[in-house]
């Protein structure tokens, strides 16, 4: 029940945002009507690239929010600037057709679903505030006549048929209409296929990046550290094997000092261990390993895991990786008193959400590790996406994929 109730509460959110790009898919259909009525007379030829920018930026919002929700629905890069090279575009055509059905569908089914939870709240409340009102101004859909509690409480049971229609409906009415945009913004398949093949070609040489900064890092780590360590247990074993002969005394001494350094390079030695893939997630699990970050974090963090299954262990890393880089940033970078962490899996992914209440303004550009974490999640085909304006809060979105 707690999973159908979250079901509904992410479709109510869907259809809420599907509502707002469809009153941008309504505004950008009648600025390319009136565009396409003026170039009848010449004028509007001018104002053509114009009105096919704002229609590929109306679509691009709706793939970002398709994409939020399900599979990907990629970009398709900038709109023609010729008005008869977007004539023959299949993309553009597309287009077209989707911004007509979406402005009328997804507005349609956008306020349907809007109506039906405030119809829900109001008819169950209304045993509450009936009295307020007079008789013959019941709410809603209601057709008969209020006079007291009885017909209140009716009303009442009116509003749990429209909270169980919301429930039942409204994950159905989320897919009716997100279905233009998955039917028509998505690539043609040529297009599609190409546009995959780019995107593989850009995460494999992301993942190479990823995987040369790890080893690099390895490097460093053993170098820096751990072998120092050991050269500095070789030093002074020699040393205490010298003095075995001259000073018996001074070599236990000597000897204390190598094991205190052989257990530094062991202490590191972990370290690095844990760093390339943590045991605690062998352990613990993902739930237990993401726990550990919070409590340990500097900054006050509140966790949510919803993750029933177990995913692959690459995958769990890799959130791992995400969680921790997050609140390190978090700690060192954003000033901020709270930190939210939010774990599901939805399908065949898993999504992390982490949002504090910083200052905001972080920037991949500036090395604050935003860059490292991208790498890592588009090196397992996942995306990542950050909004952190001035003034925060900032919010990391991220998805990967972990199977059916």
């Known amino acids: 029940m707690r999973r159908r109730v979250r079901t509904s509460v992410d479709a109510l959110e869907h259809l809420v945002g599907g509502l707002g790009t ?22 509007g030829l001018l104002l053509a690239p114009g009105a096919l920018s704002v229609l590929r930026s109306v679509a691009d919002r709706e793939r970002a929010r398709l994409s939020r929700w399900g599979g990907p629905v990629p970009e398709v890069g900038p709109a023609p600037v010729d008005g008869r090279a977007a004539l023959r575009d299949p993309v553009v ?91 028509l913004l998505s690539p043609p398949p040529g297009v599609d296929l190409s546009l995959r093949v ?22 460093r780590s053993l170098h820096d550290g751990t072998q120092n360590r050991l050269v500095a247990v070789n030093v002074l074993l020699g040393a205490a094997r010298r003095a075995l002969r001259r000073d018996p005394g001074r070599a236990d001494e000597i000897l204390e000092r190598a094991q205190h350094a052989a257990e530094q390079a062991l202490g590191e030695l972990r370290t690095v261990v844990r760093g390339i893939l943590p045991p605690v997630l062998d352990d613990r699990g993902l739930a237990g390993a993401l726990a550990g970050l919070a409590g340990g974090s500097p900054v006050p963090c509140r966790l949510t895991v919803d993750v029933p299954v177990r995913c ?6 890799t959130a791992y990786f995400v969680v921790a880089e997050a609140l390190t940033n978090a700690a060192r970078h954003s000033g901020a008193d709270a930190v939210d962490v939010a774990v599901r899996r939805d399908r065949d992914r898993l999504l992390v959400t982490v949002v504090d209440d910083g200052h905001g303004g972080a920037d991949e550009a500036r090395g604050s590790g935003l860059t490292g974490i991208r790498r890592r999640v588009e090196a397992y085909d996942g995306r990542m996406t950050v909004t952190s304006p001035t003034g925060g809060p900032t919010r990391m979105y991220v998805e990967l994929p972990c199977g059916s």
């Open 22 to 43: 469809a009153l941008l898919a309504l505004g950008a259909l009648i600025w390319v009507l009136a565009v396409a009525a003026a170039c009848l007379v010449g004028v």
């Open 93 to 183: 055509r597309r287009e077209l057709g989707w911004v007509t059905l979406h402005a009328v569908l997804g507005f349609g089914t956008g306020l349907i679903g809007l109506a039906l939870p405030l119809y829900a709240v109001q008819d169950l409340t209304f045993p509450l505030w009936f009295r307020l009102v007079p008789p013959d101004a019941a709410p809603g859909v209601v057709w008969w006549r209020v006079d007291g509690l009885p017909d209140a409480l009716a009303v009442g049971l009116l509003g749990v048929g429209w909270l169980a229609v919301v429930v039942g409906a409204g994950p159905a009415l989320a897919r009716v209409q997100a279905w233009p945009g998955r039917w």
């Open 198 to 219: 780019a995107q593989l070609t850009a995460t494999r040489a992301a993942a190479l990046d990823a995987h040369a900064v790890e080893l690099r890092r390895i490097e």
């Open 312 to 317: 692959a262990v690459a995958v769990e890393a």
